[in-house]
């Protein structure tokens, strides 16, 4: 049977914290996140949960099941127990915090949630189940219609995810916010590899502007961009000076080839760019971006144009490097930004 729907309305998104715009959604589906799994979701598959996007709330929108909802949710519990479900990372990492969004769920929430982690080489889910499951977030008290953001102090690298609700209800949005580890342990010192890519242990250090609701992370994502707001735009520079990203390379490498991409970026792609890089050694992120002004240069400016996949070979022979600091001039958009070259174990 057909329902009439009315206008969509989107979630607004969180006010990060620095732990949490400083790290990478693990959860995220692009890197290869999954929901492996849920005791029940009967109102709204569990999958919708890992969705990249806001949350979005369609009036008088119904499924067979009655209304859609836009995230993770099950029926109202009858017994003892609560639901739960199994996630995959997208990439295995250290987790420094989650997003518990339950935006547009307002008389179905869950009342309490709880995180537990593990290390696991499958997905199967009855191995799973039978998984050793450690706590990394303790039973924490929800509220309807918001964004939880909640720290995780434990320090250690995970790989899936138990995500327990009390006893029932609904998530529209699950984010967890981390730094990837590994990805080029097996990595051969002649494979040429994309040192900075997500998936690799690559991570923005550093930013001095992401307006738009942008975010250096988005440079460092697997494919091409989807459109101009998959990648790291700035503001409109209406001062001396240039905008500038400070990355971390997944393992310490010797670079051999860069690729800037400004693709979907048209009337606001930078109209030039260079590239310092360097070896650091001990202190923080905050040192090294302090540093990052006086790097050598890998790659000196070097014109940009719209909508294009640029590729630069002629580079300084630095050696092996950890971090990179991407200027660009004036100010702009970047879809992708990869560094390829060879690992130096």
């Known amino acids: 049977m057909a329902h009439a729907t009315g206008p969509t309305i989107i979630a607004p998104a969180a006010e990060l914290p620095d732990w949490a715009r400083r790290s990478v959604d693990l959860a995220n589906p692009r890197l290869g996140a999954q929901a492996l799994y849920?005791?029940?979701?009967?109102?709204?598959?569990?999958?919708?949960?890992?969705?990249?996007?806001?949350?979005?709330?369609?009036?008088?929108?119904?499924?067979?099941?009655g209304k859609w909802m836009d995230g993770w949710e099950s029926r109202r519990k009858r017994v003892a127990g609560h639901d739960w479900a199994l996630v995959k990372l997208g990439v295995k990492g250290v987790i420094r915090g989650f997003d518990v969004d339950t935006s547009h769920f307002t008389g179905n929430y869950p009342p309490a949630v709880s995180i537990e982690a593990t290390v696991s080489a499958t997905d199967d889910v009855e191995a799973l189940k039978a998984a050793a499951w450690t706590e990394i977030l303790p039973a924490t008290a929800l509220g309807p219609n918001s964004h939880h953001l909640l720290e995780c102090a434990n320090g250690e690298v995970w790989t899936h995810l138990r995500v327990n609700i009390y006893p029932d209800g609904g998530i529209a949005r699950l984010r967890v916010y981390g730094q990837?580890?590994?990805?080029?342990?097996?990595?051969?010192?002649?494979?040429?590899?994309?040192?900075?890519?997500?998936?690799?242990?690559?991570?923005?250090?550093?930013?001095?502007?992401?307006?738009?609701?942008s975010s250096a992370s988005n440079m460092l994502l697997p494919g091409r961009g989807l459109n101009m707001g998959d990648g790291w735009e700035t503001r409109r520079r209406r001062e001396p000076g240039n905008d500038w990203c400070v990355v971390q390379l997944g393992a310490p490498g010797i670079i051999e080839k860069i690729e800037v991409d400004t693709a979907f970026y048209k009337g606001n792609y930078p109209d030039a760019c260079s590239l310092q890089a360097a070896f650091v050694s001990g202190g923080t992120d905050q040192s090294a971006t302090t540093q990052s002004m006086f790097w050598p240069v890998l790659l000196p400016e070097q014109k940009l144009s719209m909508d294009a996949l640029h590729t630069f070979t002629d580079l300084a022979k630095l050696g092996p490097v950890t971090h990179v600091r991407l200027n660009i001039f004036p100010d702009g958009g970047v879809s992708r930004l990869r560094l390829w070259g060879r690992v130096v174990k």
């Open 38 to 65: 849920a005791s029940d979701d009967f109102f709204a598959e569990v999958s919708r949960m890992l969705n990249p996007e806001p949350a979005q709330f369609v009036p008088g929108k119904f499924d067979e099941n």
């Open 180 to 213: 990837p580890v590994g990805g080029l342990e097996s990595a051969g010192p002649d494979q040429l590899v994309d040192l900075v890519a997500l998936e690799n242990g690559g991570r923005p250090v550093a930013w001095n502007d992401a307006s738009f609701g």
